[in-house]
T-cell receptor
């Protein structure tokens, strides 16, 4: 079974708008990561947040983590057409090498 | 700087045939992984190798075998392919960052089993 569940499954916005994607997970974690996948490509790591952090920024990306609610959100500000991709959260399930991915959010940014 | 290289990119098999997916990384990472991705689903871990000489089962190991040939190479073998194994397969390697395994993925291998 999958650890992370993204919401919404799909999101369509205009260029320049902000995009917010949410991830919920089931078990305790040490860290949570977000990855991007362009169509027909492999996943690319975007950002990592540890369980003792509440918010992290990287360029136009902002990630929040609420361990009490077992949830995280990814905000992409001022979206561009090039941001069109699927976005996945991934958790470590409390440790080890079994990085578990959610089903992903498909983001479409209209130019 | 190639990163993670997978071959082949595409393959069509008949039920019962066998094949091996090859994966190599040039980043000197200790750990390597095989995932499969099916439509509407995230990636599911098939097998992983924490370090050279070790392999362990992931979420969906049935029907697959792996070999960690050396630090660079990690292959995935389907001994008797089934239509349920039609999928896109991704190899990855990882490095440690703040205690987390950060994965670098290959471009994927699309497998169709008829």
């Amino acid at each position: 079974s999958q650890q992370g569940e993204e919401d919404p499954q799909a999101l369509s916005i205009q260029e320049g708008e902000n995009a917010t994607m949410n991830c919920s997970y089931k078990t305790s974690i040490n860290n949570l990561q977000w990855y991007r996948q362009n169509s027909g490509r492999g996943l690319v790591h975007l950002i990592l947040i540890r369980s003792n952090e509440r918010e992290k920024h990287s360029g136009r990306l902002r990630v929040t983590l609420d361990t009490s609610k077992k949830s995280s959100s990814l905000l992409i500000t001022a979206s561009r057409a090039a941001d069109t991709a699927s976005y996945f959260c991934a958790t470590d399930g409390g440790g080890g090498f079994k990085t578990i991915f959610g089903a992903g959010t498909r983001l479409f940014v209209k130019a | 700087n190639a990163g993670v290289t997978q071959t082949p990119k595409f393959q069509v098999l008949k039920t019962g045939q066998s094949m091996t997916l090859q994966c190599a990384q040039d980043m000197n990472h200790n750990s390597m992984y095989w995932y499969r991705q099916d439509p509407g689903m995230g990636l599911r871990l098939i097998y992983y190798s924490a370090s050279e000489g070790t392999t362990d089962k992931g979420e969906v190991p049935n029907g697959y075998n792996v070999s960690r040939l050396n630090k660079r190479e990690f292959s995935l073998r389907l001994e008797s392919a089934a239509p349920s194994q039609t999928s896109v397969y991704f190899c990855a390697s990882s490095y440690k960052s703040s205690g987390a395994n950060v994965l670098t993925f290959g471009a994927g291998s699309r497998l169709t089993v008829l």
